[in-house]
């Protein structure tokens, strides 16, 4: 893909992130277009409609997570992995909206899912994490730890969801050390 498609795919799914993020997913797309300066075709080349531009949205995210937790084929810890889904739900609220509306069929989100677990499990295994945490949690527990983190979606704006992680986190890392 040429340097300039790809700034422009990035621009447009910055500008999706940002109105999605202040005005929810079911926005026109056009406000999008509009947001990142490019036209309509534009946005349609590059997204045949708001599912196509909410996966690539999904995949972006995963990749910024596998990106800073797996770094030289050794994975962070998951307390890292757990920090990273919070400061995400702080940040860009958007896609725990998609992850919540979308079902078991849409193959996008399947693949999703088992990509974050395959994230969660090298974290899992990660040498940080030997002898701290329960012994019955595995990688698929943390698709529950995420929408449980899920309720830092509750604040109003970034300064309460901030204020509301630090609490839901005390919470959960309560639950997940050894006794």
């Given at each position: 893909?040429?340097?300039?498609?790809?700034?422009?795919?990035?621009?447009?799914?910055?500008?999706?992130?940002?109105?999605?993020?202040?005005?929810?997913?079911?926005?026109?797309?056009?406000?999008?277009?509009?947001?990142?300066?490019?036209?309509?075709?534009?946005?349609?080349?590059?997204?045949?409609?708001?599912?196509?531009?909410?996966?690539?949205?999904?995949?972006?995210?995963?990749?910024?997570?596998?990106?800073?937790?797996?770094?030289?084929?050794?994975?962070?810890?998951?307390?890292?992995?757990?920090?990273?889904?919070?400061?995400?739900?702080?940040?860009?609220?958007?896609?725990?909206?998609?992850?919540?509306?979308?079902?078991?069929?849409?193959?996008?989100?399947?693949?999703?899912r088992d990509r974050f677990?395959?994230?969660?499990?090298?974290?899992?295994?990660?040498e940080p994490n030997e002898?701290?945490?329960?012994?019955?949690i595995v990688a698929e527990?943390?698709?529950?730890?995420?929408?449980?983190?899920?309720?830092?979606?509750?604040?109003?704006?970034?300064?309460?969801?901030?204020?509301?992680?630090?609490?839901?986190?005390?919470?959960?890392?309560?639950?997940?050390?050894?006794?």
């Amino acid at each position: 893909m040429r340097r300039d498609a790809v700034e422009r795919r990035a621009r447009l799914l910055d500008a999706a992130e940002t109105e999605f993020t202040q005005r929810g997913i079911n926005i026109p797309l056009e406000s999008v277009a509009e947001r990142a300066g490019v036209g309509i075709g534009t946005f349609y080349r590059n997204f045949p409609d708001r599912q196509a531009l909410l996966d690539a949205l999904l995949d972006r995210s995963l990749a910024r997570m596998e990106n800073q937790l797996i770094d030289d084929e050794k994975a962070k810890s998951v307390y890292d992995l757990i920090e990273h889904i919070a400061e995400s739900l702080v940040m860009s609220p958007v896609l725990s909206e998609y992850w919540r509306s979308t079902g078991k069929t849409q193959e996008a989100a399947n693949l999703a899912r088992d990509r974050f677990i395959r994230i969660a499990d090298r974290c899992l295994k990660a040498e940080p994490n030997e002898g701290h945490l329960r012994s019955d949690i595995v990688a698929e527990d943390f698709l529950l730890i995420s929408s449980m983190l899920g309720g830092i979606l509750c604040g109003r704006d970034m300064k309460e969801r901030e204020k509301i992680k630090e609490r839901v986190l005390s919470f959960l890392y309560t639950g997940i050390l050894k006794e």
